[in-house]
């Protein structure tokens, strides 16, 4: 299996042939030179037990062959587009220049920690100083790992240099952006809304008054309002993918998303003027209205609308009533959440609600919200305590 020759420099060079490629079917030699030919026949046998145990090692591939590798033959199969979009970002505008010419075989846990400091220091490709954070380092991590994982799973290399590298690390109560709009911001934007934009009226007073996102409430049904029962059904989501413009996706962000949401005789009041509204312009227009998405929001002619597009309509009117720019459109599904916990809601019924995969996600997104919350938690408990 290996064989040793001595040069004239006085080092060992060492081959060590590892069976074939399977994919290929061609014979896969390995080589390296050592000053000591104990050190030779030590590389010899680790190699040759790698061997016996199946691990093909690919002696040319490099990493940026395994991350195109993984990508298309895991990421584009088992994520949605706009989910793979974002991995192919991170891969092409990062690890690839950075990681990818170096040997897959030769990847050491040292080459993955000095890319993450640097890319702490100089990560940015917005043309602006500085670094990236935590929080999107974490995610070039687990990219990456997973890459990793997937070339031990397929047996390219015997463990995953990512293993010893400790993930960045967020400090979710420092880090954490997430606000929410005053009860007299939401009432500035209704008001202005209901002369400038009645359907970003309504749009906004669902987002507040459900939680619901803003793919969910784009991709929103007439089939799923249940006005009888008054329910919701979040079913689907309207996604902008590349290349592909507005797309209805049959499924939500996640399984927890496919939720039911109770809605109030207010809110089926607001949707039932505005399927009214709808159905005039349906009569009005036609055989030119797009009859076969029934989407609860969409353009005058029923045609979908795409997402950025509502992300530019609430900043115009954000910017109108002289809100905050931290205040996004996002914001107006976390003020949902916010509204109900400072009103001592359980969390149970906030993460139903929003659709969060556990409590432990809605407390640790929003507790920093309400910091009086543990304040009157110690109270009740005194007061139990010593009644």
């Known amino acids: 299996m290996a064989s040793f020759k001595q040069l004239k420099s006085g080092n060992w ?8 490629d399977p994919e290929t079917g061609k014979a896969m030699r390995e080589y390296k030179t050592f000053t000591r030919k104990r050190d030779a026949k030590k590389w010899a046998r680790k190699m040759e037990l790698q061997a016996d145990q199946g691990v093909v090692v690919q002696t040319d591939m490099t990493v940026k062959d395994l991350l195109l590798k993984w990508f298309e033959e895991y990421a584009v ?35 993955i ?18 670094g990236l954070s935590e929080a999107t380092l974490l995610k070039h991590y687990k990219k990456l790992k997973q890459a990793l994982s997937f070339a031990v799973r ?14 960045p690390k967020i400090d979710r109560r420092r880090n954490n952006t997430i606000v929410a709009l005053t009860k007299e911001e939401i009432t500035k934007l209704l008001e202005i809304a209901k002369e400038d934009d009645p359907l970003l009226h309504d749009f906004i007073y669902l987002a507040v008054h459900t939680g619901m996102r803003k793919s969910e409430l784009l991709g929103l049904e007439w089939d799923n309002v249940d006005f009888e029962n008054k329910k919701i059904r979040v079913r689907q989501a309207l996604v902008g993918e590349k290349g592909n413009g507005s797309v209805l996706r049959k499924s939500t962000k996640t399984a927890n998303s496919s939720r039911n949401i109770d809605i109030t005789d207010e809110i089926v009041e607001v949707l039932q ?14 055989d030119n209205y797009h009859d076969e998405y029934n989407l609860v929001f969409c353009k005058e002619d029923g045609e979908k609308y ?47 609600r ?19 919350l543990q304040a009157k938690a110690a109270e009740k408990a005194s007061k139990f305590l010593d009644a």
């Open 354 to 372: 929003l659709g969060h995969a556990s409590i432990t996600q809605t407390m640790d997104t929003y507790s920093h919200l309400i910091p009086t």
């Open 154 to 167: 397929n047996r390219y290399i015997a463990t995953n240099p990512a293993d010893p590298v400790e993930a």
């Open 306 to 352: 795409y997402p950025d597009r509502y992300n530019v309509r609430y900043t115009e009117l954000r910017d109108k009533a002289g809100l905050d720019k931290g205040k996004t459109i996002h914001t107006l599904c976390h003020t949902h959440a916010s509204i109900l916990l400072e009103l001592n809601e359980h969390p149970k019924i906030v993460q139903e």
């Open 273 to 286: 003027k505005r399927k009214k509204k709808q159905e005039e312009f349906k009569e009005f227009l036609g």
């Open 13 to 20: 060079q060492t081959q060590v042939y590892l069976g074939k």
């Open 113 to 130: 920690r000095i890319y993450l400091q640097k890319k702490r220091k100089e990560g940015r490709k917005d043309g602006k100083e500085g």
């Open 77 to 111: 199969v088992q994520t949605e587009k706009t989910t793979h979009d974002r991995y192919e970002i991170i891969l092409k505008t990062h690890l690839i220049p950075a990681l990818g010419h170096i040997k897959l075989k030769e990847l050491s846990p040292a080459h």
